[in-house]
């Protein structure tokens, strides 16, 4: 449950006020006493005896909203009519359309649009199949699919409960990257279908963006499309997120003054997420990683080693630590979570090597409170937007996409991943880097581009060594 009111518990509370009396000025007390925070406060008709009001606040949760309504209806002479979640009101009817980019005004335009003429366009697609990046969206589209089994920290919801966030990833694209996704929600969790399912739709697409699949299926998915289609196959979850890790982490090492293969990494999490981040982390030069997951630190002795596991714990944990999670934190330089809420306490981050680093990204609810891991470390991060440092996957895939998309990549590397990172993390300038500035903002506006950027010069033989400063906002053609 949150703790403070937040702009997700944002309402607007209907009601009349008698015109001369005080209980206008009056409302945005009774929210503030309720705990509540005022956003707006519009008259919406004014008579001579009555105002009608929209009160717009946010609020913690939906019991906080019950208590916010009853402070104002206690307000002498207000009535109540009408109280809307802003949340869902945004919802209504979706958040995202199609619309045409050619005009349909005569039948001149609609005989080029559509039939007979585009009849010629299909056919010299089906001569030259090269054709269709040039004269359809395929090269702006991308699939974003999921069959709802892991969905944000909600678990397996399904895919019609997946949709918003599915739709909220499409707008997501098209908002910092100008792609066109379709959210794809599929009724099935079996490998195979899934599988199939987006073979058979990928003709239309320039890349496949994998979502909320849970693990370790999601990797299988992975590895089969990979194998089996000619466009990029990125797993949001995996990849988004140890591209976002790794920038970070380049950044909080430079604010501490240490380096990469020589720090010593404990990590909770061994599922997508931790997974991905692992291999990031090791492909960029880490050397001393211990990987915890719920039984503890994964080493080669356990007897539930599934093929992720066993890689982690053939690639990781050279000392054989066999202890919890706890004990990897002993000495260590960096804590990376991306496992479950409030798994630990500021004693254990005290723990840690001096000028620790803690990424505590389990979403909604961090590791640790971030509040209590400030006391002992030097740089914290977390998933959250109401905390300095937020680490969330939109600084990474909307670039990552439309740089494969421009380079017309037919796959995605390991090479492009590592300068994605790099180039997120070089947007921030060493003027701007400190403790709590290691990640710049999603609104950033070189964020996108500079991503973009590197992986599309990547994807077309090679980021020459150059400072990938010269991508930033006012250096571009
Ligand atoms: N901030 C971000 O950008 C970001 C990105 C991706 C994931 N996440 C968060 O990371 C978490 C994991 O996501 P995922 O998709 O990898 O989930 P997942 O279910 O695939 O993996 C969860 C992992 O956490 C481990 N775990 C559970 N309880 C644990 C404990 N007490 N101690 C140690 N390990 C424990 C599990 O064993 C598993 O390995 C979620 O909370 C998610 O919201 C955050
Ligand atoms: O996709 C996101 O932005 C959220 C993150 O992947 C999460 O699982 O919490």
């Not at 697609?125 to 054709?131: C, L, S, T, W």
């Amino acid at each position: 449950m949150a703790t403070v009111p937040s702009v997700s518990y944002s309402i607007t509370i209907r009601l009349e006020v008698p015109a001369g009396g005080k209980a206008v000025s009056q409302l945005t007390h009774a929210v503030e006493h309720a705990g509540g925070v005022v956003t707006a406060l519009d008259v919406s008709n004014a008579g001579h005896e009555k105002l009608r009001i929209d009160v717009t606040c946010a609020a913690r949760d939906a019991d906080h909203v019950q208590e916010i309504v009853d402070g104002l209806s206690r307000v002498e002479g207000v009535t109540i009519h009408k109280v809307s979640d802003r949340t869902f009101l945004m919802h209504l009817g979706g958040k995202i359309e199609m619309n045409s980019k050619v005009p349909l005004r005569n039948r001149d335009e609609l005989s080029m649009a559509y039939t007979p003429g585009v009849a010629r366009v299909s056919m010299a697609i089906a001569r030259n199949p090269e054709d269709a990046r040039r004269l359809t969206i395929k090269r702006n589209s991308v699939a974003v699919v999921t069959d709802g089994s892991a969905v944000l920290g909600l678990g397996n919801i399904g895919p019609a409960a997946a949709l918003p966030v599915m739709e909220g990833k499409a707008a997501l694209f098209k908002r910092f990257a100008g792609i066109d996704a379709w959210p794809i929600c599929l009724d099935t969790q079996d490998v195979d279908e899934i599988v199939r399912a987006v073979q058979l739709i990928s003709p239309g697409f320039g890349g496949i963006n994998l979502e909320d699949i849970s693990a370790p299926r999601c990797f299988e998915v992975e590895r089969r499309l990979r194998e089996l289609l000619d466009i990029p196959v990125f797993h949001d979850d995996q990849h988004g997120t140890a591209i976002c890790v790794l920038a970070a982490l380049t950044n909080a090492l430079k604010v501490v003054g240490k380096e990469l293969p020589h720090v010593r990494i404990a990590m909770a999490g061994a599922g997508a997420a931790g997974s991905a981040v692992l291999r990031l982390l090791l492909a960029a030069g880490a050397k001393d990683v211990i990987v915890c997951d719920y039984r503890g630190a994964i080493h080669e002795g356990r007897d539930d080693l599934d093929d992720s596991l066993r890689w982690i714990a053939e690639n990781t944990n050279s000392g054989n630590y066999t202890g919890d999670l706890r004990g990897a934190l002993e000495g260590a330089d960096v804590f990376i979570g991306v496992s479950a809420p409030g798994i630990l306490t500021g004693e254990d981050i005290a723990r840690m090597a001096d000028d620790a680093i803690v990424f505590a990204l389990a979403n909604p609810e961090p590791e640790v409170s971030p509040d209590e891991a400030r006391e002992y470390a030097a740089v914290v991060a977390t998933g959250r937007s109401d905390y300095p440092n937020q680490i969330n996957n939109v600084l990474a895939f909307p670039g990552v996409f439309r740089g494969l998309l421009d380079a017309q990549a037919k796959e995605v590397t390991e090479e492009m991943l590592l300068a994605a990172a790099r180039a997120l993390a070089s947007v921030v300038t060493d003027d701007e880097l400190g403790p709590n500035y290691i990640i710049p903002s999603v609104f950033h506006p070189d964020v996108a581009h500079v991503v973009a950027t590197a992986v599309r010069e990547t994807a077309r033989g090679g980021l020459p060594a150059t400072d990938l400063a010269e991508y930033r906002t006012g250096d571009r053609e």
